[in-house]
């Protein structure tokens, strides 16, 4: 996923207005950001379903999202591949633990 902090991606933007407004604080992390774009990735899913999802529908409609941007941040399924995004963040850790980038 994206860098939590960094406002140059869209999604993240989004996420941390969200984050903040519901739970009042700016704990932003990845495992936080990341259910935030799979529960994007989900909805997006349910609409392609149709008006009556079925179990197969949904599966069938993330298996066809092609290249879906989650606000600057690209998906693809297949029905071979459910990895969703090889993307990765180079993230550097400082001495005292913290994220620097």
Known sequence: VPFPWSLATPVVKD??????????????????????IAAKVFVEGLRRA?????????????????????????????????????YVDLTVIGREGKFLR
């Open 15 to 36: 996420y941390q207005k969200h984050l903040t407004a519901l739970v009042g604080n700016d704990d932003y992390n990845f495992s936080s950001l990341e259910g935030y």
């Open 50 to 86: 149709g008006a009556q999802p079925t179990r197969d529908s949904f599966i069938a409609s993330l298996e066809t999202m092609r290249d879906f941007d989650v606000g600057g941040f690209h998906v693809t399924y297949t029905p071979s591949d459910h990895n969703g995004s090889r």
